[in-house]
């Protein structure tokens, strides 16, 4: 499908553009950044993220069509959120308020979560739409200009401010890019309905209320560590962090885009039971994707960093994103496989009190055990991410009119553990470009190998037609 093309290169730039800005700007400046960057994700999550959510659940081509105040009542929100948000910066700076930032740090995190969140909307609108190509421009001009301005303004000033703003230009130039393909209409403050954004809100605001937590947890952390062991030793924590959340953030978003839909499309069509037999039928997947990269990213973590990782950042980068990535696997095998039950249930409480228990379990570790210095935060992280997964694991599954495919499940793991029996032992024996490529290709060929043999999630039934299908084509 040409909407997983924008995702690929997304994944491939953002990897590229956080290592060339934690390369640019040090380990200190890169610190001040992330936890710029972790205001903006904060702000977006608690504050727009619910209208990309309603969106997603309650706009679709047929209410397009049906019920056009759906789209009017969205755009409504959006608009005045933005505005009142733009105000309150303005009052703030005026007053003088006392941020323990940089004022124009501060400024560019909240314009630009501002900007992520109107991106964020127009993209869940394309999508929506099944409007593939423009979704795609979307994500590639936002993607390739934040590589150029962001990058561009890292090695220039060497500044995080700027790099913060270059992000908010790159987000600007995608949505006019893309305003008139995705418009249903001017914005009339009159179409929009009450009762409608408070549904939305009813149904949102426990989504959004979790993943404010979320967000909040590495934020806290990061400047937690900043005041106790200044802002290199966040930079070194975050840029794990960050790349870690990058990749497993791209891949449950990939998985999603791929698979929520049909099961929305599902549920509109054929009703809920339907439905639900096709999320367990995908967390198979999702677990076949997720697990060997988490493993795979384990094994190579050494050859990845010599090669790949600013050298300012060599070691701290790999103890931290050992630490960090089973919380990260958690947290995308919860995002894609997990959060769809709740998501089309509409029981979206249990969401939000794991995402407490979550943070809970992350400041007891962070404040109770001082004794295991700076990665006391990583393992905070992990263990809240893999609290999350524990409960909306428990309850989501048992809620589902059938089990996954326990046996499938089964030789997922295997198969990831006869990967690492058989690539671990290349760790540290060639250059790293080399052992790079020798642990990628012996990986994938001995865990695709085996999900082929076994048929895992039907691959290899799925591999034949689509190769039957080329061949009749010619």
Known sequence: MTVLLPFVINAGLNFVLGLLIAYFL????????????????LLNTAL???IRLSAVRFYSQKSREEQPQIRA?????????TLALCGLLVAAVVAGVDFGLPVMLVAGSVLGGICAGLFDYHGAIARARFLDAA?????IIKNVLALLLMVGGAWWTRDATIVMFGGVLSAMAALLAVRRALADGPLSWSAARRDLALDFARYA???????????????????LLADSNGFAEAGYFSLAADMGLRLFGMLASTLEIVMLREVLRLDETKGERAAQKRIAANLVIVLMVSLPVAAGLFLVLPAFEALLVPAKFHGHFAGYLRLLLPGLVALAIFAAGIYPVFLLGKRTGVVTLAALAGLLVNLALVF??????PERYALGQTLSFLMVLAITGWVGLRSLPVSPNWREIGIIVAAVVAMAVVVWPLSGRFNPLLELLLQGALGLAVYGGLMLAF??????????????MRKSRR
Do not use: H, K, Q
Not at 73 to 81: E, F, K, N, R, Y
Not at 213 to 221: D, F, W
């Open 368 to 373: 109770a055990a001082g004794a295991l210095g």
């Open 26 to 41: 040090g380990p200190a400046e890169f610190g001040r950044y992330a936890i710029g960057a972790a205001m903006l994700v």
């Open 48 to 50: 727009l993220d619910w």
């Open 455 to 468: 048929d895992v999630a039907r691959c290899r039934t799925l591999l034949r037609l689509w190769l039957a």
């Open 73 to 81: 009542t969205l755009d409504v929100l959006s608009a005045g959120i």
């Open 205 to 223: 605001l426990p989504i959004v209320g979790a993943n404010a937590i979320y967000s909040l947890i590495p934020l806290l952390n990061r400047s």
């Open 135 to 139: 979704y795609a421009r979307l994500i």
